[in-house]
């Protein structure tokens, strides 16, 4: 501060590495020569042409080279941590020109994704502190839907009493269901507080039994539709995949008879749905936000962009301000292309039975990541520079344009024929769209593959991730849609890496190395199936037939497993512990982690393979957001929910069985047969592999053959896995 003579801006942000890096450091070195041990051993330990498990053992060793080299990767996200701290009181001392914020909100379906959680996303936006005529919203919806677009007029009516509401009492969160859910009794301060609450409570509740009423009746009455001539838009309305653009702004806020209650301006708010054909491919979540880039372009044009999915709502409305304090930076902020925001769920239990909220993703990984350039962009909670997601190429300097003077005053019905060809399905035709200018196509991570080539041509990105979350939103309630979007996200960024941005060749030199191999963990997720699924069973059938595969209790090459196995599990609780995570919770996602890996990520290797090789073409399968009661309560109580035949939990099912069996087999054998003593001493590490496959599975035991509620495995899945797993097992021991 002292340097204010030359004009020296203070800094916006500040980034501090994380304590105790050389500790860490040298503790993965160890846990590097232990991993080299093994593999010593394994190579010079092979058993001869003719001996007994020759084939299971050089698979292993297939197995444990997988193993540490992916450990090495993963090393990429521990290795050089970041923490990022903004300085917004500065901000505002120092501009007074702010840029305009877009915010998009994409939605799909309105069974899927309930316009009530919606619309609360909406509002939440436009109540950001942030002054409104810099503020825009947009919602897209894909699904095109009267009954969304019903909703959100509705919402447009409610804003001009809640965003006056929430700024005059500066009240937290900003979505109105978050926040009557905290409130339920008024705590507040003064009695204009107190009346003006239950006013506004009141119209809320209004609206929610309105909006309600007509999603549950999915029809919209004749006196409705008679209020607003958007309606009149669905009466050419062919089918959600087959209709025109619906453009409607619903709030036009430069319009100076638009005001709120109080007489203040509002942040503009638009409807686009844009035109879908059968013979043009809509390019699903990617193609919507490039519609909404070029509309918003022509009616706000903001300088920023912020991407939310429609069930993420702001908990804080103060987070557009840190973003801007990243990207205003007069040091570094010329060269930051997107903020992303992590992704915190409201809906997690306590144990997080799902491993939904991404504990260690967040809280270290991303840090990791963001040391060495930058986060991933993973679509919900980003902002981004539009000129940039719209291609400027790094190191050509932005053109400030001349500032364009508020757009002439043409009526609101003009400016909607004007911006509508823009969202047409051919105006993509030849044009660079969806390859080099916004979100890219043909792949079912297109942010992460949007971000990345964004990151390798120069641009650097920032992960910022405050104490309390700025957005949440819905977390999977069930096992099997935890298993499809895990399988959707392994099976994008394994496309990745086989397309022409392959995070292995194309970001190569153009990211720095941490960053590349931060990339890669992620792009290797699926091919990690084979490696699991191989641990998973071969020890513990070979178990069965009495042939060991790991060194002997007694031997010193035992010695590099148990380090290298306790040190790596330890650290593991210790970061979990250490992110706000319980024991139990760890436990947790110790069993989700051997979940998706035997079901998503083999399903995801197998479909990216298949596919590219031309046989299949993927779906994007949206993860529902709202559940049935009883569901709901199993997972209040984090009961596991299976409930329907999926392949993924006859896999699953399987190889809980296979190694309960083995694991009761060798206890037999032992107990009856050559003695405790003995098998131990030849066969311990199998034993304790078995046995801890068999205790992670619990659950799955008790879904299989002990609980009576909906939500256990069906029976016609336990007999054919109880079958399948059986008949392994006999021929398998048969064999030898
Ligand atoms: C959301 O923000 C409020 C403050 O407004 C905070 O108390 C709460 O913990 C946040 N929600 C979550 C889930 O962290
Ligand atoms: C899908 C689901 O379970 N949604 C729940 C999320 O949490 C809120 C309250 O925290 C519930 O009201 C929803 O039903």
Redesign the pocket.
Known sequence: MGREGHHVNPKLFETKKAKGRIIYRLFASSIFIGICLIWFYRLSHIPKQGQDGRWAWIGLLGAELWFGFYWILTQAHRWNLVYRHTFKDRLSQRYGELPGVDVFVCTADPIIEPPLMMINTVLSAMAYDYPPEKLSVYLSDDGGSDLTFYALLEASKFAKHWIQYCKKFEI??RSPA?YFR?MSLPAVRDSDQASNFVTIKKLYKEMENRIEKVTKLEHISEDDRSRHKGFSEWDSYWSRRDHHTILQILVDGPDPNVKDVAGCTLPTLVYLAREKRPQYHHNFKAGAINALIRVSSKISNGEVILNVDCDMYS??SQSMKDALCFLLDEEQGHEIAYVQFPQ?F?NVTKNDLYGSDLRTVTEVEFHGVDGYGGPLYIGSGCFHRRDILCGRKFGVEYKKEEKKERRKRESVHELEEKSKDLASCAYENNTQWGKEMGLKYGCSVEDVITGLSIQSQGWKSVYFNPS??AF?GVAPTTLAQTLVQHKRWSEGHFQIFLSKYSTAWYAYKKISLGLQLGYCCYSLWAPNCLATLYYSFVPSLYLLSGIPLFPRVTSPWVIPFVYVVTAKYTYSLAEFRWSGGTLLGWWNEQRMWFYKRATSYLFAFIDTILNSLGFTKSAFVITAKVADEDVSERFEKEIMEFGTSSPMFTILSVLAILNLYCFIGVVKEAIMGKGIVKVFETMSMQILLCGLLTLINLPLYQGLFLRKDKGKMPSSLTVKSVAFALFACTSFTFMY
Do not use: G
């Open positions: 937290e969160p978050a905290s908990n804080n915190a409201e309390r979350p949440l």
